[in-house]
Antibody
Framework: QLQLQESGPGLVKPSETLSLTCTVS??????????WGWIRQPPGKGLEWIGS???????YYNPSLKSRVTISVDTSKNQFSLKLSSVTAADTTVYYC???????????????WGQGTLVTVSS | EIVLTQSPAVLSLSPGERATLSCRAS??????LAWYQQKPGQAPRLLIY???NRATGIPARFSGSGSGTDFTLIISSLEPEDFAVYYC??????????FGPGTKVEIK
């Protein structure tokens, strides 16, 4: 069973860079038909897609966040990571990692999710 | 960016009743619309993709329909575990993928 697990600091200071890692287990991150994404959700609010990456490092980003976001992949560790720079209180949300399939049958949805991790931006 | 709106914001129903949830897109998304269920403290769960296809393991009481700008998720007979928030997501014109604001199905 595929599992995803987010990890990283739960508290980040304003203007600093938020860094999270998603570890994938039960399957390889290097399968060519899959991207791996980050989605966030302010407490009690809706979902916002941040970006996605595949095993070769090909990325897609949300234009609204693109200037501050970097997503990278480490296939040797079966992990992918998120960096969000110049954070403010508005970046205080739950961050989820998820699998983003791009297969003939199922494409461009998020079918496996991590449990999510709350990151608070505060001094 | 395609904007998705969902109605109603809150749906109050009893177990066994039929739930009808709506998602409307600001422009046509063809059939490229998905539905997710989210329970408190949990990650979203994919229910329906491409408007009408149930994801793996999703019970048959969940069905989706629609195309273009208007979509519907129907839960034919609510089970206790179905009370949750439901989100739609479009994949027609991205980046970015966009989600609707959600419909909360609560126990009446």
């Amino acid at each position: 069973q595929l599992q995803l697990q987010e990890s990283g600091p739960g508290l980040v200071k304003p203007s600093e860079t938020l860094s999270l890692t998603c570890t994938v287990s039960g399957g390889s991150i290097s399968r060519s038909s899959y991207y791996w994404g980050w989605i966030r959700q302010p407490p009690g609010k809706g979902l916002e897609w941040i970006g996605s990456i595949n095993y070769s490092g090909s990325t897609y980003y949300n234009p609204s966040l693109k200037s501050r976001v970097t997503i990278s992949v480490d296939t040797s560790k079966n992990q992918f990571s998120l960096k969000l720079s110049s954070v403010t209180a508005a970046d205080t949300t739950v961050y989820y990692c998820a699998r983003h399939p791009r297969t003939a049958m199922v494409s461009d949805v998020f079918d496996y999710w991590g449990q999510g991790t709350l990151v608070t931006v505060s001094s | 960016e395609i904007v998705l709106t969902q109605s109603p914001a809150v749906l109050s129903l009893s177990p066994g009743e039929r739930a009808t949830l709506s998602c409307r897109a600001s422009q046509s998304v063809s059939s490229y619309l998905a539905w997710y269920q989210q329970k408190p403290g949990q990650a979203p769960r994919l229910l329906i993709y491409d408007a009408a296809n149930r994801a793996t393991g999703i019970p048959a009481r969940f069905s989706g329909s629609g195309s273009g700008t208007d979509f519907t998720l129907i839960i034919s007979s609510l089970e206790p575990e179905d009370f949750a928030v439901y989100y739609c997501q479009q994949r027609s014109n991205w980046p970015p993928f966009t989600f609707g604001p959600g419909t909360k199905v609560e126990i009446k």
